[in-house]
């Protein structure tokens, strides 16, 4: 049973360009959130997808978007890219029953560095 | 003031210590609580869930205090594969579920 995957594992881009960001979740898993971590910190809540909307959104611009796919995989977008941008993103799984999320599962990460 | 706050660490501890972790978190309505471990440029992996009743798993108790908005975490007989960032996790549905991550508390178990 596979895990939560993600690609790619690193990243290097400059300032202003755009990325995409993929995300596969656990098999039987239905939402999916994506996590920004800087270098010393916890991760930081991005947004949460499930049924392919986005359903919860943390303190992050609108240069940040996503989606989800009919199979329940996920991308994150982020366009016009800042120094600060540089971070590993995590994406996590989980099922959704009823009002109560399951334990998250984390994939391994993509490590963004932006020049 | 931050959602969830942590010790700012990091703890230097000998192997066979019991070490605690302390956390606070701000919203009331805070659902599901967690301890996740992260090791060195790896995924955080969960340690363990929460509960108001506490809970043990080998060397490592939780506990929970919802009227004092507090969560902790003690680990027995420190061993050196111990070592790691310990982060504290509060999850809250407001529509969807929001997860909200300490900066974590890093930990060094030494022989």
């Known amino acids: 049973d596979a895990g939560v995957t993600q690609s790619p594992t690193h990243l290097i881009k400059t300032r202003g360009q755009q990325v995409t960001l993929r995300c596969s979740p656990k098999?039987?898993?239905?939402?999916v959130s994506w996590y920004q971590q800087a270098l010393g910190q916890g991760p930081q809540f991005i947004f949460q997808?499930?049924?392919?909307?986005?359903?919860q959104r943390g303190n992050f611009p609108d240069r940040f978007s996503g989606h989800q796919f009919p199979n329940y995989s996920s991308e994150l977008n982020v366009n016009a890219l800042l120094l600060g941008d540089s971070a590993l993103y995590l994406c996590?799984?989980?099922?959704?029953?009823?009002?109560?999320?399951?334990?998250?599962?984390f994939g391994p990460g993509t490590r963004l560095t932006v020049l | 003031r931050k959602e969830v706050e942590q010790d700012p660490g990091p703890f230097n501890v000998p192997e066979g210590a019991t070490v605690a972790f302390n956390c606070t978190y701000s919203?009331?309505?805070?659902?599901?609580f967690f301890w996740y471990r992260q090791d060195c440029r790896k995924e955080p992996k969960l340690l363990m869930s929460?509960?108001?009743s506490g809970n043990e798993d080998g060397r490592f108790t939780a506990q929970l205090n919802r009227a004092s908005q507090y969560i902790s975490l003690l680990i027995r007989d420190s061993k050196l594969s111990d070592s790691a960032t310990y982060l504290c996790?509060?999850?809250?549905?407001?529509?969807?579920?929001?997860?909200?991550f300490g900066a974590g508390t890093r930990l060094f178990v030494k022989a």
């Open positions: 919203n009331s309505a805070s659902q599901s």
């Open positions: 996590a799984s989980s099922q959704l029953r009823g009002t109560h999320q399951d334990t998250q599962y």
């Open positions: 997808y499930y049924e392919e909307e986005e359903r």
């Open positions: 098999s039987g898993h239905d939402t």
């Open positions: 929460v509960y108001s």
């Open positions: 996790v509060v999850s809250l549905n407001t529509g969807g579920f929001k997860t909200i």
